[in-house]
C-alpha cells in the first residue's frame, strides 16, 4: 500500500509544478496590461487591460509562450518618438 501511495505521488508530481509555472502568466499578464491599459484610457483602462492580460499571460504560460524581452526598450523609443514630434511652442 505504501508503494502504492509513493509511486503515484512520483507520478502526478510533476503535474503539480506544471500548474504553478502556468499560474505566474496570469499574475505577469495583469500587470503588464493593467500597466499599458492605464496609460493609454486611465483607470478604466487599467481594469480592462489588467483583465483581458490576465486571460491572455494565462494562455501565454499554458502554451509556453515567454513574454518579449525587448518591451522596455520599444516604450521607451516611441515616448523619445512622440516628445520629438510635439510641435515646439
Not at 480592462?48 to 492580460?53: P, S, Y
Not at 490576465?54 to 513574454?67: N, S
Not at 526598450?73 to 516611441?78: F, G, L
Amino acid at each position: 500500500m505504501k508503494r502504492l501511495l509513493l509511486a503515484s505521488v512520483f507520478v502526478l508530481s510533476p503535474f503539480a509544478l506544471a500548474a504553478t509555472a502556468q499560474a505566474q502568466g496570469t499574475i505577469r499578464g495583469a500587470e503588464r496590461g493593467a500597466e499599458d491599459g492605464n496609460r493609454a484610457a486611465g483607470p478604466v483602462g487599467g481594469v480592462v487591460g489588467g483583465a483581458v492580460g490576465a486571460a491572455t499571460g494565462t494562455v501565454g504560460g499554458v502554451l509556453g509562450v515567454d513574454p518579449d524581452p525587448r518591451r522596455e526598450e520599444r516604450i521607451e523609443r516611441r515616448e523619445e518618438r512622440v516628445v520629438r514630434e510635439r510641435p515646439a511652442r
